[in-house]
């Protein structure tokens, strides 16, 4: 546990990294001072390592990392770069004004030559309201759009949390829910819900088979699964090339969204994108 002993975290954390050459580290934040984080720099810098900074937004707190972003960015080199982190939230688009902040610092400091990813996710944390299905934005895109069009000289990378969130912000999964599969596009969710009654996860991934929004013609791992559960004769929740559990949809979901959004400028569908699928 010494990595997270708050006395000797920095050093212990540095001297982890030196016993693995191949790494990039990220510079340690928790309870940060410019102090630690110049040790931190210095080191790496030393080691000739890539190195990040992640700027998180504190849940709803905001913190201006102005002085920690000064700091970075009067680095003697530019093998470097910052995440900032909108995380979790509803209301994602109001935590803009926040990034946007962090993002015309960094360009006033050092122009276009240091990458800045902005993440985050508003993935639903509940489904009430989806009950026959529906459909919900991607404002992680709409929140990376924005900061583009207001920062033309910033070097924007985009980022999300692949649809996932924060332990305490996910609800807990109860065997009565509705099964449901969640089918990702460019810029949002399309929702499929079937009680069980109603043919469940295969009569969900039936649907979601059928809409527009479906990629075919992409032959990853998150399409085979929800096109074999639609074409399946026999439904067994069991077997491994069916999504038969709420944590195997969530996985069909995460394979796509990532592939979507990996294509996002360019995205034409092509088969045999992935290796056959061997179930083992």
């Known amino acids: 546990m010494a990595l997270v002993d708050e006395e000797n975290a920095v050093q212990n954390w540095i001297e982890f990294l030196e016993g693995y050459p191949n790494a ?3 510079i340690q934040m928790h309870n940060s001072t410019l102090e630690s984080v110049g040790q931190q720099i210095q080191a790496f810098t030393e080691m000739d390592r890539p190195f990040l900074i992640r700027l998180n937004h504190g849940g709803g707190n905001g913190r201006d990392w102005s002085e920690i972003v000064d700091l970075v960015c009067q680095t003697d080199h530019s093998n470097f770069g910052f995440v900032i982190d909108l995380e979790w939230s509803k209301d994602l688009l109001s935590r803009i004004e926040w990034a946007d902040r962090i993002v015309k610092r960094v360009v006033a400091n050092r122009g276009d030559g240091i990458p800045v990813c902005v993440n985050g996710s508003s993935f639903p944390n509940s489904f009430t ?3 026959d299905g529906g459909t919900a934005p991607l404002l992680e895109r709409l929140a ?4 583009v069009s207001n ?9 999300d949390w692949a649809s996932s969130r924060p332990p305490g912000e996910s609800l807990p999964i109860k065997a009565e829910i ?3 599969i969640d089918l990702p596009y460019a810029n949002g969710w ?11 996860y295969r009569q969900a991934a039936t649907q979601a088979l059928a809409s527009p929004s479906y990629p075919h013609g992409v032959d990853i791992w998150g399409t085979y699964l929800i096109a074999s559960t639609a074409q399946s004769e026999a439904f067994d929740p069991k077997d491994a090339s069916l999504i038969g559990h709420p944590k195997k949809a969530a996985a069909a979901r ?3 969204h990532l592939y979507r959004q990996q294509n996002f400028e360019n995205f034409n569908p092509a088969p045999d994108t992935d290796d056959d699928f061997e179930d083992i």
């Open 144 to 147: 990376f759009q924005n900061l």
């Open 178 to 180: 509705p099964p449901r």
């Open 254 to 256: 995460i394979n796509i």
């Open 24 to 26: 990039s580290p990220c």
């Open 190 to 200: 399309e929702f499929f819900r079937y009680r069980r009654d109603d043919g469940g």
């Open 129 to 131: 309201q989806f009950e």
């Open 151 to 159: 920062n033309n000289q910033a070097r924007l990378i985009y980022g």
